[in-house]
C-alpha cells in the first residue's frame, strides 16, 4: 500500500471531524515500520504535508480543510470520488457475522496431579 492510499484510508477512517497533520504522519510512519526497515519521520511528515497541500486547493478536490489548521478531512459533498472512496472502504470492513466460538478441546496437563 502506498502513502498516498495509506492517507487516504486514515482519513476516511477519521470521518467529518477530521484529523492533523501530525497524526496522519505518524500513522502513516507507523505502517511502514519494519523490523528490517524504518523511514525517516521527518520525510514522511513532509510527504504527508504535501500531498494534503496539493490534494486539497479546490472545491472539488478530494481532501478538503476542515477549518482548523493543519486538520483535513474527505471532502464528501463537494468530490464524487471521496464518496466513491467512502463506499470502497466501508465495503472492505464489512463485520463478520456468524463466527462459531471454538471449543477448546485440548486435554489439561495437571487433571489427575492433585
Known amino acids: 500500500m502506498t502513502y498516498d492510499q495509506q492517507i487516504l484510508k486514515i482519513l ?3 470521518g467529518e471531524r477530521g484529523i492533523s497533520v501530525q497524526n496522519i504522519s505518524r500513522h502513516v510512519y507507523n505502517l511502514n515500520c519494519t523490523f528490517f526497515h524504518q ?7 513532509s510527504y504527508v504535508q504535501q500531498y494534503l497541500l496539493k490534494n486539497s486547493k479546490s472545491q472539488q478536490s ?15 459533498t463537494g468530490s464524487q470520488d ?3 472512496l467512502m463506499l470502497l472502504f466501508h465495503d ?3 463485520p463478520v457475522e456468524n ?11 495437571f487433571d489427575g496431579m492433585i
Open 99 to 109: 463466527v462459531k466460538q471454538s471449543e477448546d478441546l485440548s486435554l489439561d496437563l
Open 39 to 45: 523511514p525517516d519521520y521527518e520525510e514522511v511528515r
Open 12 to 14: 476516511t477512517e477519521a
Open 92 to 94: 472492505e470492513q464489512q
Open 82 to 84: 471521496a464518496q466513491q
Open 62 to 76: 478530494l481532501i478538503e480543510s476542515t477549518g482548523q489548521r493543519g486538520c483535513y478531512r474527505l471532502n464528501t
